[in-house]
T-cell receptor
Framework: EVQVLESGGGLVQPGGSLRLSCAASGFTFNNYGMSWVRQAPGKGLEWVSTISGGGANTYYADSVKGRFTISRDNSKNTLYLQMNSLRAEDTAVYYCAKVVVRLAYGMDVWGQGTTVSDSS | EIVLTQSPGTLSLSPGERATLSCRASQSVGSNYLAWYQQKPGQAPRLLIYGASSRATGIPDRFSGSGSGTDFTLTISRLEPEDFAVYYC?????????FGPGTKVDIK
């Protein structure tokens, strides 16, 4: 079964750090770009970051550039999001999603999300 | 940066009715990199339509997408009870993704 499973969310104080993980299975992980998408409570979807299949290319939304770092370990089929200098507005459910070029860059596999909350 | 606008914000319909959802881009979308997602409360989004008009695997044919340039439409031909949800359009351009604000389809 093709799936991704996020972990690592939690309570964090403003200015703190957190690392999210996304474990993938059921597909050839290094063949696909992967993205993080977040959703603040009661709000819509916001793209956060994308990394290419090999990991060489990374892209960020302006709202997180310079604070968040996306990476992947293809030997472990795992995607990461290192979040530093966290702000209250980073509170959200964070989803990882598989990006498929042949689906016009649609995201066809999503995890159930991991929640990052402001502890203040 | 392309901005996506979705209308209406909320669509109140009865099961069996036809739903027509609009997504408008602030400038022309190249190569139809336009997708639609469905999200139910407490669940992750699900890809419905990619490339503006192609259904993703396993999506019923009552869902259809159309449009080009700046105006795109998601049509649900006959609403089933499980179709009441929030729908988002999404655009890809130059390594960046943009989501629209969503349209909620609720039961009238």
């Amino acid at each position: 079964e093709v799936q991704v499973l996020e972990s690592g969310g939690g309570l964090v104080q403003p200015g703190g750090s957190l690392r999210l993980s996304c474990a993938a299975s059921g597909f050839t992980f290094n063949n696909y770009g992967m993205s993080w998408v977040r959703q603040a409570p009661g709000k819509g979807l916001e793209w956060v970051s994308t990394i290419s299949g090999g990991g060489a290319n990374t892209y960020y939304a302006d709202s997180v550039k310079g604070r968040f770092t996306i990476s992947r370990d293809n030997s472990k089929n795992t995607l990461y999001l290192q979040m530093n200098s966290l702000r209250a507005e980073d509170t959200a459910v964070y989803y990882c999603a598989k990006v498929v070029v042949r689906l016009a860059y649609g995201m066809d596999v999503w995890g159930q999300g991991t929640t990052v909350s402001d502890s203040s | 940066e392309i901005v996506l606008t979705q209308s209406p914000g909320t669509l109140s319909l009865s099961p069996g009715e036809r739903a027509t959802l609009s997504c408008r881009a602030s400038q022309s979308v190249g190569s139809n990199y336009l997708a639609w997602y469905q999200q139910k409360p407490g669940q992750a989004p699900r890809l419905l339509i990619y490339g503006a008009s192609s259904r993703a695997t396993g999506i019923p044919d009552r869902f259809s997408g159309s449009g080009s340039g700046t105006d795109f439409t998601l049509t649900i031909s006959r609403l089933e009870p499980e179709d009441f949800a929030v729908y988002y359009c999404q655009h890809y351009d130059n390594s960046r993704f943009t989501f629209g604000p969503g349209t909620k389809v609720d039961i009238k």
